[in-house]
């Protein structure tokens, strides 16, 4: 909650006590509300079914496979050019060197 809701919140409270409401009543009256829109809005973004804490545990595990399998992918790639890399520099130093004499 920001500092303004909360704010606000407060001066409702204490209008509401002052109005004759105890505190227990709307400290509960709050609870329930925040609650209630907590679940709207899990439901509107379609997170309020029961499944939802399996799917949203997959994804994740998903997520973390597809960061692996980047991670590898470009260790990979790097390795594969580093290969390359050594073996042109190997390939010109026999050239260099007139190694490729002893190849005929």
Known sequence: ????????L?????Q???GGADLLTLRALVEEASGAGAGR???ALGLGEPD???DMDELRQL?????DVKRSAWKAVVGWVVRVGLAMLLV???????????IR
């Open 1 to 8: 909650m920001t500092g303004d809701n909360a704010s606000v």
């Open 10 to 14: 407060a001066r409702l409270m204490a």
């Open 16 to 18: 509401a006590e002052a």
């Open 41 to 43: 809005a899990l439901d």
């Open 52 to 54: 939802a804490r399996r």
């Open 63 to 67: 997520l973390r496979a597809w960061r």
């Open 92 to 102: 010109g130093m026999a050239v260099k060197l007139g190694l490729t004499e002893l």
